[in-house]
């Protein structure tokens, strides 16, 4: 099991397809970065050489913000918007929908499970 970017990576898919478990790493960007180190499309990890691992790994630290420091970063940008007291950090305190959704129905993902509340029935 090949491990990038401190994640363990399935052997048994394609190269393009594995890169995809690497938070920050999506189709367009494993792509390329098979393009950058010439792996064919075709390619499982289990038939990867360890200086091919290598090559993929130093492109990942060297091109791309993932994992840990991406997640760091966006951690970082929300609490600034709250820091600023802006409508999206006033969105993100209150833990509310940030980009406009409704919420008298739905958005039960971001208030979580339902309340009851006592005499609302009419």
Do not use: W
Request: overall charge positive; charged content about 30%; glycine content about 8%.
């Amino acid at each position: 099991m090949a491990r990038i970017a401190g994640v363990n990576i399935p052997t048994n898919k394609r190269v393009v397809i594995a890169l995809q478990y690497i938070h920050g790493v999506g189709a367009k960007v494993a792509q390329d970065i098979c393009e950058k180190v010439n792996i064919p499309a075709e390619r499982r990890v289990s038939q990867l050489t360890d200086a091919e691992v290598l090559q993929i790994r130093e492109t990942i630290d060297r091109d791309f913000l993932v994992e840990g420091d991406l997640r760091r970063e966006v951690s970082i940008n929300i609490k600034r918007l709250m820091d600023l007291g802006c409508y999206r950090g006033l969105r993100h305190r209150r833990q509310l929908p940030v980009r406009g959704q409704r919420t008298h129905t739905n958005a039960r993902t971001r208030k979580g499970k339902a309340k009851p509340i006592a005499g609302k029935k009419k």
